[in-house]
């Protein structure tokens, strides 16, 4: 198809017109010039994007969680309490050997050895609850989230969102807490700083009391209201005994150890190590039962 355009000013002309409807110049005197369009080429809509599958990753996401549980959710052994009792002790007497090691130098190498020994010990002892802390806050994270979403694709897929709009809420809430109070910290730093300066030791002691409490009663929350949630939509899901975790008061715990000249710690270090064993059992059961239900 060929287009009929004025010599002058190149403006497209309608067919038989004489003269440029546009410029007014006699296009019969001079020939127009004529341009052959090339066709307009038939560009095909936008396909619809492909839905990615909410629901099947969801459920990776929840599998993968429960699988990391072996990594995150270790139960230490109770005799690192004697790491407590001990660490102090061989502190003392290295420290001890070295002053006397001025004038045998035997006893000031043998010395030196064994208050490295000590603070070494505790180190490692502040690191591994730390370190513990900073796994199993994030894996609970991922398993949380792919719970959500796993709620959030079935109710859409029943059409039923409207019924668990409050459990969905719930559970979104204390999630959202969760993860601006649960950030994570650096085990090595603290675990170094906690042999040098005694009251950093006491910080971790004081927060890891503190979290782990308020970790296990906002998690019982979610965990109820995602029962409530399944059960809704059809899913049997049961919400285990979930025995609450001790209210220990870290503060009292903090000002016990200063008043008792450091000997509450002994105990205060053995319901660090104890007490979140309660909760890695409950978490196991709820998980366990859970396994089961995903794909129905």
């Not at 719970?147 to 897929?157: C, D, M, P, T, Y």
């Not at 029943?158 to 601006?180: I, P």
């Amino acid at each position: 198809m060929s287009a009929r355009y004025c010599p002058y000013c190149r403006a497209e002309l309608p067919a038989g017109a004489t003269f440029c409807p546009y410029c007014g110049a006699n296009v019969a005197e001079k020939p127009p010039v004529e341009v052959t369009k090339p066709p307009t080429p038939v560009v095909a809509p936008p396909s619809a994007p492909t839905p990615a599958p909410v629901a099947g990753t969801a459920v990776a996401t929840i599998q993968d969680a429960i699988r990391r549980r072996s990594e995150s959710d270790i139960k230490m052994s109770g005799a690192w309490i004697l790491v407590v009792i001990f660490s102090p002790v061989l502190l003392a007497i290295g420290i001890f050997m070295v002053l006397i090691g001025f004038f045998a130098p035997v006893l000031l190498l043998i010395g030196g050895l064994v208050a490295i020994i000590a603070l070494v010990l505790a180190a490692v002892l502040y690191y591994k609850l730390i370190n513990r802390r900073n796994k199993h806050f994030m894996r609970s994270r991922m398993l949380r989230e792919g719970l959500i979403r796993h709620i959030e694709s079935k109710a859409s897929e029943l059409g039923r969102t409207q019924d668990v709009m409050s459990e969905l809420s719930t559970m979104r809430m204390v999630h959202s807490e969760l993860n601006s109070e649960e950030g994570d910290k650096s085990a090595g730093l603290y675990a170094i700083l906690s042999i040098i300066v005694p009251f950093v030791s006491l910080y971790v002691m004081y927060f890891l009391t503190k979290e782990f409490v308020s970790h296990d009663t906002k998690e019982r929350a979610f965990f109820q209201a995602l029962s409530t949630a399944a059960n809704k939509l059809g899913i049997p899901a049961q919400f285990p005994y979930w025995k609450e975790l001790p209210r220990r008061s870290a503060g009292l715990y903090l000002i016990l150890t200063i008043v008792l000249s450091g000997l509450f710690a002994i105990y205060w270090m053995w319901t660090l190590i104890k007490d979140p064993h309660q909760h890695f059992d409950a978490h196991a059961v709820f998980e366990d039962a859970l396994m089961s239900t995903l794909y129905r």
